[in-house]
């Protein structure tokens, strides 16, 4: 039997599985891709025949991520990120299930597209891929894709990625035809002719740097009109990113009048603010545009309070020519899967959110949202797991990225709290260090 077909016990780790509300020094029981044992009881389980042992003492054992917002490249744009290239950065960053956008060349928007990426994912992927599939055909705003045999095919959310639909009938129609198959409308808000050419936050900052800036309206005007529609059509949705501590107010009262709404942040908008832009550095440049401090203050609240559900990378792999150039001219986007993890863990370091609470954000809450067996450690759900040191120190550098792009917020960042190994079914798919027995 090859080692990652043994059994794995990892022994005397902290265990969290917010999914439990569980944070305890026990033991985990792999056997045949699924847990078997997983907290205090599992430390009376004993050893299986060959099983490989690990010693988690000092560290802590959590669920895999899951992300549910990351773009590639494939199809179609293959040099800026393939399946595998992603899978590989996941690993690394300690994430085991993503939900990939439908921005490729040709758009997800029908069956067979989705079917090629899942296909392809078998195939090359170290992890778990989840494809999305567009609202509209092409991303244009202007016909809606087939929703049911979509959701028949196994798609687990409808979004235009980057794109937000002008046309609040279409809008309307497609949440009326998304709650018949109880599919999750996941959109971005922002307004394109409101936003205009901005391209950092509008204020102050933007005047003294000279750049044109986008109002906070652009996000909060269609936010609050999709809260309203999803009232109306009592769909599932999902606001893909919000980033001011408006729009949180606005989500928040649309949960409080009993809306079926979720909402999602980026880790860039949690960890950053628009001073990181510093001399114009265009790895900055971001879509929402990265906004105020009190804004980023406001993002971290409402995060612990569950406001906001789920963060996510908003990995958005861009080749050097797409970033090497003028602030205003540069594509919008950075890399994040291998940071997210790392990222988040400041807030736990600062004591703004609990851990627990940022654990769930990035594990159980999005494999609800997806309707994923995934994001916990409960005994018969597949052995996707992290072992990770939450105290060590590290530095990002670039040579470090797994990822084909390079464009990176976090570049030579100092983070603490690191991933160790990462597990998918019971296998190793990546690791840093050689453990005891294993």
Known sequence: MSDQHRPLIIEQVRILDPARSLDVVGSVVVADGVIIASGSDGLNQGRPDGARVIDGRGLALVPGLVDARVFIGEPGGEHRETIASASAAAAAGGVTSILTMPDTNPVVDDVAIAEFVMRTARDTASINVFPAA?????????????????????????????????????????????????????????????????????????????????PAEAEIIPLERDLRLAALTTCRYHAAKISLGESAKVVRRAKQRGVRASAGVSIN??????????????????????????????????????????????????????????????????????????????????????????????????????????????????????????????????????????????????????????????????????????
């Open 269 to 438: 908008h949690l960890s950053l603010n628009e001073n990181d832009i510093g001399e114009y550095r265009t790895f900055f440049r971001l879509a929402p545009p990265l906004r105020s401090e009190d804004d980023r203050c406001a993002m971290v609240a409402a995060l612990a309070d569950g406001t906001i559900d789920i963060i996510v990378s908003s990995h958005d792999p861009q080749d050097a020519d797409g970033k090497r150039r003028p602030f205003a001219e540069a594509e919008s986007g950075a890399i994040g899967l291998e940071t997210l993890l790392p990222a988040a863990l400041r807030l736990h370091h600062s004591g703004d959110v609990a851990l627990l609470r940022i654990v769930e954000s990035m594990t159980s809450a999005p494999a609800g949202l997806l309707g994923l067996d995934r994001g916990t450690l409960v005994p018969g759900r597949p052995a996707d797991m992290v072992l990770v040191d939450l105290d060590a120190p590290f530095l990002f550098s670039e040579d470090a990225i797994h990822s084909r792009s390079k464009n990176t917020a976090f570049e030579n960042a100092r983070f603490q709290g690191r991933v160790l190994r990462t597990f998918v079914a019971g296998r190793t798919v990546y690791s840093t260090t050689v453990t005891s027995g294993g």
């Open 134 to 214: 567009a609202l509209t055909r092409g991303l244009r705003g202007e016909e809606m894709t087939e929703i049911g045999l979509l959701s028949d095919a196994g798609v687990r959310a409808f979004t235009d990625g980057r794109r937000t639909i002008a046309n609040p009938a279409l809008l309307r129609r497609i949440m009326t035809y998304a709650r018949d198959f109880d599919a999750l409308v996941m959109h971005e808000t922002q307004d394109a002719e409101l936003g205009g050419d901005g391209v950092m936050n509008e204020g102050l900052l933007a005047s003294w740097l000279g750049l044109a800036g986008a």
